[in-house]
Structure formats: structure tokens, C-alpha cells
């Protein structure tokens, strides 16, 4: 079979500049016209610790991390102990005779380069050494001079005196390369026609892309693996739209900003982890209960605790679904790709200030650090969703500003509500049949109210008489259904007649493709179905696919089965699942093997 | 930000009446927490601020049903988080003139790390304490401020934990406005508040706010003895002065302890950031231009 993918893996102690040396690659090769994807999994240490920065190249569109490695590019012993049995028999070890001992020779090629010694010895430029070793991996590819000279030409835009000297060692790294491997056929690939309009972003970015594109003008958050750079990104380019990025004192305080600045009429978000997550957990109900519409990005990573800060889990579903005192209706969304984050931010926007609700979007560690070569999205597509003020004027003299109408309608009538604390000047909370009532900010003369986590009536005043609460429960949970009967588009993959199925959700789709693709390329069938809102359950998405289903797997990266079980108090228990726990996403065979039943999957 | 509709204002001198909502404050016969709403009364009627331009925030507690009783806007929270969620408001939009109110509990115990960092981050609203050296709602346990040796329900055999000086902390956070009120002399507070209210940052004022029902030590009898206004020699520009003061447990001064207006307030240094309308398009190719 026609070889169609290239795996680059730069292994070995964080600091050492293989992230830097994997950036250039993935640009460079995107920039030649590859699909790039790649994976990165720093230590949770700044200096120490094992990084792994994987680069996947392919003339067709990339899902998932690639399967074996073809080339390990070893920073020291220890990145050659940790990946030396992911690579490929017959691949190629690359390493720097400056740095480690030769390895031992095995099913493989090992080619030891002399980076230090050029860049030292040679260009006497010894901070060159990455980019000689861009420049020779790069060679290896076999990609063309000039879009590599491109990307330094803008690396060092503002430091245009260093361009000299790394042109020089962009050279010499291409030119020992040509010398010393001259048939290099086996690593090159011939690159695609370039995406028109190629970005090369990761899922953090697209997602604060998407975040700016629907409306957001407020951020707080607190510093947290791996959501931090979401914050850092929008600290940088907010303040531009005349919007706010504030650096709270704690995750707690963040969602306390981010409400209060959604009252007073802005799209607002936080964006943090699982710890974070945990600690704003009653403000989530504050937002449910208040009907004031936020976003929260929860970046999954291992737990519980602090469990593992740079590791893969998607753990955090039961929290997002269930996660509140009472019962908190709100709406839960993960993206599948990076490009996927861009539109999984707008979404999640607009749903929350069309339902007046708390959204949160299941990032996860893969997606957040993935970089993807997407086509450009449109702007010309972004259709940014407002809340729905009331009309004050119309509401003060045709009579419904109290909302006593939609009262009646219910079986109940109020009573007098002047005396009551709360009641605002027009019905705030008034009942309709999604449940979305017209609000107001301040500002608006006439439409006062007081947002108040206690329960209250369609007037805002505070209730405590059991059919008001059941009346208003009922109401906010309205929206839950009205939403989910608007639920974005699943992602779906692979052939509408197999008989099986495999749901999955967030980065885990990408894997389940590949897996899908193999199957289909040995003579198989399986079909994916990956939804973007997990919470409520979009019943015309799942309910349609389990049914047309012999079997249905349901694949995710956590021990607990947290979807499965959500699909299976819905659906019934016959639905498999396949899981995979250890802090790295999962790898296609695991899937491809559970598709074909041969590993014991348990309800 | 979305369109908005918006009545026609009154165009009149306001009132008093015009600030109070038509719900009867749930406080008890006596409570101090009656002199504070007042005062506030008093000081939105001297700044004359239109209703829709005002926000009341609280946190949870007795005092905190206050927004409930202003006719404004009203953000009633939830425990401890008055100081976020009014920096939420006020970020978002700073032309409303933003008032917070609470509890010592809420302020100092649950709320305490957003006191500090309220503090010393300086955003410019006005937050009055109603301190009552108890929990009132929960129906008499010992709070931040409560004396070594105080029996409540919790404290059987007298509170144990050392009090906290809230103009102390205050003082050494940061605050750029730090002044104490009592809610028996509701005029002084209310010239107190305007004073806050017109501090371009984060003014503090803790009033003693006597609780009838659960605290029988530190009653409207008990303040009298020891309460003094500030004396007219002190500087309120001399912090270290300030904090002398702020460390007295008798007399208790009320009035102004320190004020400086030397640091921007952070809502301002905020906005100086910003690109005012900026054209958003433009500002999201210039975006997409870095990744592509």
C-alpha cells in the first residue's frame, strides 16, 4: 500500500527546543501544502521531564495522531528509551552525537547528525542549533527551500540582524542532509495542492478565534494547564475590540466577574481546567437560576485533584452534565477537530444568550495543544446570536409588562406583587413556551431588576410556595428541550449501512475516523456519530442512529463510561462501551479491535 | 452590545422616594441595617442618578437583601462574591455607578480573598459593610469580627478566633477609600457614602450596623460609649495615621480614615487599554492573518 502519512517524532527533555524545531516543521510543511496535525505532550515540569512534540504529514485531510513513528528525532537517552518502540520497523533514529551516546542498532536506521557541531563549530552560532535541525528535517521531507526561508524571513521580522545567520543555518542543515542521506525517496511525500487561505493554529487558539468572531467582550480567568494560553490570547487581542480580560484572583472570582459583567449586557467567558471547573461549580447555578448567559471553556485534563495537569482525559462530563446543587439546566458542547473549536465557540455564544443559560464547552488537552493546517473559516458566515431584550415602551402601555397574561396561562394568578421583594418593573422572568423570557441591562430606564440566585416568579419576585418553584423549574427547563431540538450538526463518518455504530465525542472522533477508514479499506463498515452538544441529549441525532444500529459502541477517554451511562439511562444498556485511561488519547487499533469485537467491552 | 429600548427618564429633582422600592425591607424591628438603607437613600437622592444607571450587588445574608429594596438595578449573588460579580458590572459597563453591600461574614470570612484583592485592585465602586459582628441569618453564630471570648451558638463557650480589623486589612491592601460609619448617625453615613460614591476607585465604608436579635453585646448602647468621630488633626492622606487610628478598639472613630486618589482606578486603566470602536472585521482578518 502507497504509504500516505509521515509521523516526525521530537522527543526528549522539555527546554531543549524540540516544541520550537516541531513549530517550523509544522508550518513549513503546511505552508508547502501538507494536511499537518500534530501532538504534543509536555511534562507538567518547566525544565525537566519528558516532552514528546509529533508531527503528521499526509497528502489527505488528518483526524487523529498517527500510529507508528517513522522518524524519532531523540533530544537524549531518555527520549530514545521512551520512544524507541513506537517506531517503525525499518524507521529512521535520528540523533545528535552532542547530546547521547549512539544507540543501540536495531530494526531501524540510525543516522546521527551533527547540529551542535555545525552550529558551534561551524557557523560558530550555537543558539542555530534548532534551526539547522529544522533545516534538516525539513530536507528530509523533502520540502522546497524557499517556503522554509519564507517562515524565518517572518520569524525574525523584527529582528531582522539575526535573519543572516539563520539563513546560514537553515542552509547548512538542508546541505548535510543532501550530502549525507541522498536517497531520501522513502521520507518524502509528494505535498497536495496548498489549502487556499491555510491557517496553522491550535484548538486554544482556534477556540478564542471563535470566542472574538461571536461576540465575546469580557474574559476572566486564573492561570491553569491547559487553558492559560486561551486567556493570554485573548488578554492580547480583547482590549482591541474594546473588551475586558481580567486575571482573577481565583476561578471563583472569575465566574463572579463573568456573570456580573453578562448582567450588565456583555458576552462573557472564563476559561479554565478541571480544578477551576470544580470551584465554579455554584455560580453555575447562580447562571441557571439568574437566567444570565456565560460561557465556561473547561479545558480537560487527567484528574481527580490535580491529577495529571498535561495529560489527555476527557473526565469531565458527569461534571459538566450533572455538576450544581438543585437542578441546574444547561448546555454542554465539545468540538471535534480544530477547526471545530472556531465554530463549537460560536455556538456555545450564541446558545447561551439565546437561552439566557450557562454553556459549557468540553475542550480537552489534545485539542488544546493540537495544531492543525484548517482551511481559512468565513467571517462571512459568523451570524453572532443577541439575547432578547424586552421592549420596554410597548411593554409599559399594552399591559403585559408584569407578565400577569402569561401567568394566567399557567393556572396561576399572582398575587399583589407590589409588596413583593423583587418584583421587578416588567416581567423578567415571563413564561413562554421555550422558556427564553425578554430581559433587560442596566441602563434601560424602566426594565430594573435584580438578578437573584433565590427562587422567584415571572416577575422576579421571590417565591418559596411550592407552584411557583415547580412553575419556574419547569420553565428554565424548558429551554433544555428547545435547545437541543436546534443542536449544531453531528460530525458523522463512515457508511449509513453498517450495522456498527460508534458514538464518540470531542478529540476522540478523530481516532474513531482513522479507525473507520481502515476498517472501510479492509473490506469493513462502521459508521460515527459524534455529536457537538452532549447535554441535553439532541434526541433526533442519538436516538436515530442507535436505532438503525445492530450494535453501538460508545467510545471516550475515561474509566467511568460517562456518556455511555448518559446514553444508556436514555437509551438502554445494550449499548457498548470502549474506553481508554491513561492520560493519552486513544490509539486507532484500540478502536479498530473494539469495533471488531475482539476486546471485552462492559456495560 | 445589544440595542436597547429605553423609557423616557423623569425630568426632575429626585426624591428620596424615588430610590425606594415598593418591597418592605424582611430586616427586625431595630436593626441597624434600617439606618444604612437610609443613608443610602439619602446619598443617591444628593448624587441624583437616574434608577436604570444604578446597581445594587450583595452577597448572601441579611444585609445583602438590600438591592431588593432600592429601586435600581439589583445583583443579588450568591455568599461572598459581591466584590467579583460588581467588578463583572462595572467592567462591562462603566457608566453605571455600582454599589455593593453586605455582611462582615460575607465580606470577611467567605468573601475575605476577594476583600483583599478587591482592595488592591481598586475597581471604582462603593462598598458598604454592614457590620454586625454576627451571623444574623443563620440565627447567631460567631463571625470574622466578633470578639475573643463571644458566646454564640457555634461558640458555646466564647468565640476563640482573634477578630479581624477590617480597616486595617483594608488599609494595608490598598485601599485607596477607607472610612467607618455607624447606622445610628444616618446623616454622617450619608455624606460618608456620597463621598465614596464620588472616590473615583474602590471606597470602602464598614458601619456599624447593631443586630437586635443575636447580638446583645454589641448594641446601639454599646456604640454610643465608645464611638467618636475622627479626630479633626488627622490627614486622611496618611495611611500609616490611618492604620494607628483603624487599631483602636476604644474610642471606635467613624468618619474618614484615609483617601487617596494618586492611583487610577482599575476600570479606568482598563479602559485606556482598549481600542475604542474598533472595527471588529478588521480587527479578525488582522487575527487570521497571524495563522495564516
Known amino acids: 500500500m502507497e504509504k500516505r502519512d509521515l509521523v516526525i517524532r521530537f522527543g526528549g527533555e522539555t527546554g531543549g527546543g524540540l516544541q520550537s524545531v516541531g513549530q517550523l516543521v509544522t508550518k513549513a510543511a503546511a505552508a508547502v501544502g501538507f494536511r499537518v496535525l500534530t501532538f504534543y505532550s509536555p511534562p507538567a515540569e518547566i525544565k525537566g521531564g519528558q516532552a514528546v512534540f509529533e508531527v503528521r504529514l499526509s497528502s489527505n485531510a488528518l483526524y487523529a495522531r498517527g500510529g507508528a513513528v517513522d522518524i524519532l528525532w531523540t533530544f537524549d537517552e531518555e527520549g530514545y528509551d521512551a520512544g524507541i518502540r513506537d517506531l517503525r520497523p525499518g524507521g529512521l533514529l535520528i540523533y545528535d552525537p552532542a547530546d547521547m551516546e549512539a544507540p543501540r542498532s536495531g530494526n531501524y536506521r540510525v543516522v546521527a547528525v551533527p547540529v551542535t557541531e555545525i552550529a558551534k563549530t561551524r557557523l560558530r552560532f550555537e543558539r542555530g542549533r534548532n534551526v539547522v535541525a529544522f533545516g534538516m528535517a525539513a530536507a528530509l521531507f523533502g520540502l522546497p527551500k524557499e517556503p522554509l526561508a519564507d517562515l524565518l524571513k517572518r520569524q525574525f521580522k523584527r529582528h531582522a540582524e539575526l535573519l543572516p545567520q539563520n539563513i546560514a543555518a537553515l542552509e547548512a542543515g538542508i546541505d548535510w542532509i543532501e550530502e549525507h542521506i541522498p536517497d531520501r525517496r522513502q521520507y518524502a511525500l509528494e505535498p497536495p495542492p496548498p489549502i487556499p487561505g491555510v491557517m496553522v493554529l491550535n484548538g486554544n487558539q482556534a477556540l478564542s478565534l471563535g470566542a472574538l468572531a461571536a461576540g465575546c467582550r469580557f474574559l476572566a480567568g486564573y492561570p491553569i494547564t491547559p487553558a492559560s494560553d486561551i486567556m493570554e490570547f485573548m488578554a492580547a487581542n480583547l482590549p482591541q475590540l474594546g473588551g475586558n480580560v481580567v486575571q482573577a484572583e481565583d476561578e471563583i472570582a472569575s465566574m463572579g466577574m463573568v456573570l456580573g459583567a453578562s448582567y450588565a449586557g456583555k458576552k462573557a467567558m472564563t476559561s479554565t481546567s478541571g480544578p477551576g471547573f470544580s470551584l465554579m461549580i455554584e455560580m453555575l447555578g447562580l447562571s441557571a437560576m439568574a437566567e444570565l448567559p456565560c460561557v465556561i471553556v473547561d479545558a480537560q485534563r487527567a484528574g481527580p485533584s490535580t491529577g495529571m495537569p498535561t495529560r489527555h482525559e476527557q473526565g469531565d462530563l458527569n461534571l459538566a452534565v450533572y455538576g450544581g446543587h438543585g437542578e441546574v439546566p444547561k448546555l454542554v458542547f465539545a468540538p471535534t477537530s480544530v477547526l471545530d473549536c472556531f465554530h463549537t465557540a460560536i455556538d456555545s455564544f450564541n446558545f447561551a444568550e439565546k437561552y439566557q443559560i450557562p454553556v459549557i464547552l468540553l475542550q480537552d488537552t489534545v485539542l488544546a495543544v493540537r495544531t492543525e493546517s484548517v482551511e481559512r473559516p468565513s467571517l462571512d458566515d459568523v451570524q453572532p446570536v443577541d439575547r432578547v431584550l424586552v421592549d420596554v415602551l410597548s411593554a409599559h402601555t399594552n399591559g403585559s409588562v408584569n407578565g400577569h397574561a402569561d401567568a394566567l396561562d399557567h393556572g396561576h394568578a399572582p398575587a399583589d406583587e407590589t409588596t413583593q421583594e423583587g418584583a421587578a418593573r416588567f416581567a423578567r422572568y415571563a413564561s413562554t413556551p421555550s422558556g427564553v423570557s425578554p430581559t433587560s441591562i442596566p441602563g434601560m430606564a424602566g426594565a430594573e431588576y435584580v438578578a437573584t440566585g433565590l427562587e422567584h416568579n415571572e416577575q422576579g419576585a421571590l417565591r418559596y410556595d411550592p407552584a411557583t418553584h415547580a412553575r419556574m423549574t419547569e420553565k428554565r427547563h424548558r429551554k433544555l428541550a428547545a435547545a437541543a431540538a436546534e443542536a449544531p450538526e453531528p460530525l458523522r463518518f463512515g457508511d449509513e449501512d453498517a450495522e456498527v455504530g460508534v458514538i464518540t465525542w470531542g478529540s476522540s472522533a478523530g481516532a474513531v475516523i482513522e479507525a473507520i477508514q481502515l476498517i472501510h479499506e479492509q473490506g469493513g463498515k462502521a459508521e460515527m456519530l459524534a455529536p457537538k452538544m452532549l447535554w441535553p441529549v439532541p434526541d433526533h441525532q442519538l436516538g436515530e442512529f442507535i436505532r438503525r444500529k445492530k450494535r453501538v459502541l460508545v467510545a471516550e477517554v475515561n474509566y467511568s463510561q460517562q456518556y455511555a451511562n448518559i446514553l444508556r439511562a436514555r437509551y438502554g444498556t445494550q449499548l457498548e462501551s470502549v474506553t481508554s485511561y491513561g492520560g493519552v488519547p486513544f490509539r486507532v487499533q484500540q478502536l479498530i479491535d473494539a469495533i471488531a469485537g475482539k476486546v471485552a467491552v462492559h456495560a | ?292
Not at chain 2, 2 to 20: C, G, I, M, Q
Not at chain 2, 28 to 38: E, I, K, Q, R, Y
Not at chain 2, 96 to 121: E, Q, S, T
Not at chain 2, 193 to 207: F, K, T
Request: charged share 20%; proline share 7%.
Open chain 2, 1 to 292: 452590545m445589544p440595542e436597547t429600548s429605553s423609557a423616557p427618564t423623569l425630568e426632575r429633582v429626585p426624591t428620596v422616594d424615588d430610590y425606594k422600592s415598593s418591597a418592605k425591607p424582611t430586616w427586625c424591628p431595630g436593626c441597624g441595617d434600617f439606618g444604612v438603607l437610609n443613608a443610602v437613600y439619602n446619598s443617591l437622592k444628593v448624587k441624583g442618578y437616574n434608577t436604570e444607571d444604578i446597581v445594587v450587588v450583595s452577597g448572601i445574608g441579611c444585609s445583602s437583601r438590600f438591592p431588593f429594596f432600592v429601586s435600581a438595578y439589583g445583583f443579588h449573588g450568591v455568599h461572598g462574591r459581591a466584590i467579583p460579580i460588581s467588578t463583572g458590572v462595572k467592567l462591562a459597563n462603566p457608566d453605571l455607578k455600582v454599589l455593593v453591600v453586605g455582611g462582615d461574614g460575607d465580606a470577611f470570612a467567605i468573601g475575605g480573598g476577594h476583600f483583599i484583592h478587591g482592595m488592591r485592585r481598586n475597581v471604582d465602586v462603593t462598598y458598604v459593610i454592614m457590620d454586625n459582628e454576627i451571623y444574623g441569618l443563620t440565627k447567631g453564630q460567631t463571625s470574622p469580627t466578633s470578639n475573643v471570648g463571644f458566646i454564640t451558638k457555634s461558640t458555646p463557650k466564647g468565640s476563640v478566633d482573634q477578630p479581624l480589623n477590617p480597616l486595617a486589612l483594608a488599609l494595608i491592601s490598598g485601599a485607596t477609600f477607607v472610612a467607618r460609619g455607624y447606622s445610628a448617625k444616618p446623616k454622617d453615613l450619608a455624606e460618608l457614602i456620597v463621598r465614596g460614591i464620588e472616590h473615583p476607585g474602590m471606597a470602602l465604608i464598614d458601619v456599624y450596623s447593631p443586630c437586635p436579635t443575636f447580638n446583645e453585646i454589641n448594641t446601639f448602647k454599646f456604640f454610643r460609649d465608645v464611638i467618636k468621630n475622627v479626630p479633626e488633626d488627622h490627614d486622611p492622606s496618611d495611611r500609616a495615621a490611618a492604620i494607628e487610628l483603624a487599631m483602636l478598639d476604644n474610642p471606635l472613630y467613624c468618619g474618614l480614615f484615609y483617601q487617596t486618589t494618586e492611583s487610577e482606578s482599575f476600570d479606568r486603566r482598563m479602559q485606556r487599554l482598549q481600542t475604542k470602536d474598533a472595527d471588529p472585521r478588521q480587527v479578525l482578518d488582522r487575527l487570521f492573518e497571524q495563522f495564516s
